[in-house]
C-alpha cells in the first residue's frame, strides 16, 4: 500500500469530489471534506503504528520515474523527522475544517482551497525529490491566497498579497538554489537522498552561496527575522481554521526546510552562517514576546508569539546537537498543538464578541468556565509551564544549544519570562476582577468548538507528562543528523 501517496491525495480527491457536486449541497460538500481529511488522519495513525523506531533510514519509499528528460521522480518516504509533521499536519487539517463548519459564505471553494493546501502541506514533508519538493511548496501559496483574500478581515486584500509576494519571493531564491546544486552535481540529479551525499562535490564558496539562496526561502516561512513582518497581518485578517494550519503547520515547513536541506546538503554553508543563526534566533525570541507584550489584539499577541516560539527551534538547531535537534523538532509539534488551540480559541470569542481587544473584556471566567478552562491550558502549555508540553521542548531547546552558546542560550530566557508576563496579562484581563456585563449573552462552547479543541487541550497535557512517544520517532534519526556535522 502507497500509505504516504494516500495520506497526501486523499484531499485532493476530496477537493475533486466537491468540485463535482452543486454548491447548493453544503452538508456534501462539508462531509466530503471531512470524510476525506479523516481519512488521511486515520491512515496518519497506522504510519506512528507501523514506523520502524530504530532506524534512521527513509521508510514507505515510494519512487516513481516523472519527468525522465530533467530527471525529476515521483520520490516520498518518511524518517523520524519528517514523519512527525505529516502527522501534524493531518491533524491540525482535520481539526481545522472542523472549525471551518461555521463557514457561511462560498463554501464549496473554501473546502476545495483548504483541501488543496492540505495536500501542498503533506507532500513538502515527504517529498524526497526537490522538483516535487518544489512543486507541493509552491502549492500552498495559492489556496493561502485565496483563502486570506477572499475568507479574511478588513484587510484581507493586503495581508494576502504581501503573505504572496514574500512567500513566492523566497521561493524563487529556492529555486535558483534548486538548480545550483543540480547542475553542479555529477551526474545531475533531483534526488534529495543523493544530493545529501554530494557536499563533498562543493567548494566553501559554492556552498555558502546556496545557502543563503535556500536560507531565503525558508526563513520567509519560519518567519525568521527580519522577514517576519507578513506574518501577524495575515494571521489578524485570515479566518480562524486558516489561521490555524498558518501557525501548526505552514510555519514548520521553514525549520523543516533548514534541517533537512540547509543542514543535511550544505554543510560548510551551514557552519559559516551559524554566528548569524544564533543571533537571529535570539532576536526571534526576545524581539518576538516583545512585540507580542505590546499588543491589544489577542489574535496579533498570539501571532507575535509565535515568531517567538519558532525562535526556540533555531536556538535548538543552531546547538547542533541531539538534544538541540529533539528539542527543535518536538517544539515545532507542541507549538502547533498549542497555539493551534489558542488561535481557535480567539475565535470562540471573536465569533460571539466581534471584538479581540483584551481590555474590553473582564471576568469571562464565571461566564465561560469551560472557555476559561481550556484557555489557561493553552496559555500555561505556551509559556513553557511544567508538566504541560510546551516545557519539554523548549528546555531541550536551551540544553542542546548551552553547551555551544552559553551566553546566547542565557540571554533566551528572557523570552520565557516576557512570554509568561504577556500571557498572564491576557488572562488576568479578560477571565479575571468584575464581571463586564456587556457580554451577559455570551455563551460557552458548543460541541463543534469543544470537538476541535479538547483533542489538542489533551494532548497539550499527555505530551507534557509522557513526551516519549513522540520523541521516540524522532530520536533515532535525529541522533544521525547530529553526527553528521564536523
Same mark, same amino acid.
Not at 523506531?53 to 519512487?63: A, C, H, I, L, N
Not at 501548526?248 to 546538503?265: E, F, P, T
Not at 470569542?349 to 466581534?354: L, S, T
Given at each position: 500500500m502507497n500509505i504516504l501517496s494516500l495520506i497526501t491525495f486523499l484531499p485532493a480527491a476530496g477537493a475533486l469530489v466537491i468540485l463535482a457536486l452543486p454548491k447548493e449541497r453544503e452538508r456534501a460538500i462539508q462531509a466530503a471534506a471531512l470524510i476525506s481529511s479523516g481519512l488521511s488522519l486515520i491512515l496518519c495513525g497506522a504510519l506512528y503504528v507501523l514506523f520502524n523506531?530504530?532506524?534512521?533510514?527513509?521508510?514507505?519509499?515510494?519512487?516513481?520515474?516523472?519527468?525522465?528528460?530533467?530527471?525529476?521522480?515521483?520520490?516520498?518516504?518518511?524518517?523520524?523527522?519528517?514523519?512527525?509533521?505529516?502527522?501534524?499536519?493531518?491533524?491540525?487539517?482535520?481539526?481545522?475544517?472542523?472549525?471551518?463548519?461555521?463557514?457561511?459564505?462560498?463554501?464549496?471553494?473554501?473546502f476545495f482551497w483548504f483541501l488543496i493546501l492540505e495536500t501542498g502541506m503533506s507532500g513538502v514533508f515527504a517529498a524526497l525529490d526537490m522538483v516535487l519538493f518544489y512543486v507541493f511548496w509552491e502549492i500552498t501559496l495559492v489556496p493561502m491566497y485565496f483563502l486570506i483574500g477572499i475568507w479574511g478581515g478588513p484587510k484581507k486584500e493586503y495581508a494576502a498579497i504581501k503573505f504572496f509576494l514574500y512567500t513566492l519571493t523566497g521561493s524563487v531564491f529556492m529555486l535558483l538554489g534548486i538548480l545550483a546544486v543540480y547542475f553542479n552535481t555529477t551526474p545531475h540529479t533531483f534526488d534529495l537522498l543523493t544530493l545529501l551525499q554530494s557536499h563533498a562535490q562543493w567548494s566553501s564558496r559554492f556552498q555558502i552561496l546556496v545557502f543563503i539562496a535556500f536560507y531565503l526561502g525558508f526563513a520567509v516561512k519560519v518567519p525568521a527575522f527580519p522577514f517576519h513582518t507578513w506574518l501577524p497581518l495575515a494571521?489578524?485578517?485570515?479566518?480562524?481554521?486558516?489561521?490555524?494550519?498558518?501557525?501548526?503547520?505552514?510555519?514548520?515547513?521553514?525549520?523543516?526546510?533548514?534541517?533537512? +536541506? /540547509?543542514?543535511?546538503?550544505?554543510? #560548510? $554553508?551551514?557552519?559559516?552562517?551559524?554566528?548569524?543563526?544564533? !543571533?537571529?534566533? %535570539? =532576536?526571534?525570541?526576545?524581539?518576538?514576546?516583545?512585540?507580542?507584550?505590546?499588543?491589544?489584539?489577542?489574535?496579533?499577541?498570539?501571532?507575535?508569539?509565535?515568531?517567538?516560539?519558532?525562535?526556540?527551534?533555531?536556538?535548538?538547531?543552531?546547538?547542533?546537537?541531539?538534544?538541540?535537534?529533539?528539542?527543535?523538532?518536538?517544539?515545532?509539534?507542541?507549538?502547533?498543538?498549542?497555539?493551534?488551540?489558542?488561535?481557535?480559541?480567539?475565535?470562540?470569542?471573536?465569533?460571539?464578541?466581534?471584538?479581540?481587544?483584551?481590555?474590553?473584556?473582564?471576568?469571562?471566567?464565571?461566564?465561560?468556565?469551560?472557555?476559561?478552562?481550556?484557555?489557561?491550558?493553552?496559555?500555561?502549555?505556551?509559556?513553557?509551564?511544567?508538566?504541560?508540553?510546551?516545557? +519539554? /521542548?523548549?528546555?531541550?531547546?536551551? #540544553? $542542546?544549544?548551552?553547551?555551544?552558546?552559553?551566553?546566547?542560550? !542565557?540571554?533566551? %530566557? =528572557?523570552?520565557?519570562?516576557?512570554?509568561a508576563a504577556f500571557f498572564l496579562r491576557m488572562l488576568e484581563k479578560v477571565f479575571l476582577g468584575p464581571f463586564n456585563e456587556k457580554w451577559s449573552a455570551l455563551t460557552d462552547l458548543d460541541a463543534r468548538e469543544l470537538c476541535a479543541i479538547v483533542p489538542l487541550a489533551a494532548l497539550t497535557i499527555v505530551l507534557g507528562v509522557y513526551p516519549r512517544p513522540a520523541l521516540d520517532l524522532m530520536n533515532t534519526t535525529l541522533v544521525h543528523m547530529a553526527g553528521l556535522f564536523k
Open positions: 523506531r530504530g532506524t534512521s533510514d527513509m521508510q514507505f519509499v515510494e519512487r516513481i520515474p516523472w519527468i525522465p528528460s530533467l530527471g525529476a521522480q515521483y520520490f516520498l518516504g518518511v524518517d523520524g523527522l519528517s514523519v512527525p509533521l505529516v502527522i501534524l499536519t493531518a491533524l491540525m487539517s482535520f481539526v481545522s475544517l472542523i472549525a471551518s463548519l461555521n463557514i457561511k459564505v462560498r463554501i464549496k471553494e473554501y494571521h489578524v485578517e485570515a479566518p480562524t481554521a486558516v489561521s490555524v494550519v498558518l501557525a501548526a503547520v505552514l510555519l514548520k515547513m521553514g525549520v523543516y526546510g533548514i534541517m533537512r +536541506i /540547509s543542514y543535511g546538503m550544505l554543510p #560548510l $554553508g551551514f557552519s559559516w552562517f551559524l554566528p548569524i543563526l544564533i !543571533a537571529i534566533a %535570539v =532576536i526571534n525570541i526576545i524581539y518576538g514576546a516583545l512585540c507580542a507584550m505590546a499588543q491589544t489584539d489577542m489574535k496579533k499577541m498570539v501571532a507575535y508569539s509565535s515568531i517567538n516560539h519558532m525562535g526556540y527551534c533555531l536556538l535548538g538547531i543552531a546547538g547542533l546537537t541531539a538534544t538541540g535537534f529533539a528539542g527543535a523538532s518536538f517544539e515545532m509539534i507542541n507549538h502547533g498543538i498549542i497555539t493551534g488551540a489558542l488561535f481557535l480559541l480567539v475565535g470562540v470569542i471573536y465569533d460571539r464578541a466581534h471584538t479581540r481587544d483584551i481590555s474590553a473584556f473582564g471576568g469571562l471566567a464565571a461566564k465561560l468556565p469551560v472557555y476559561a478552562g481550556l484557555m489557561s491550558l493553552a496559555c500555561f502549555a505556551s509559556l513553557g509551564l511544567p508538566g504541560l508540553a510546551g516545557f +519539554i /521542548s523548549e528546555f531541550l531547546c536551551f #540544553l $542542546g544549544a548551552f553547551a555551544r552558546w552559553k551566553v546566547c542560550t !542565557a540571554v533566551s %530566557v =528572557i523570552g520565557i519570562l516576557v512570554t
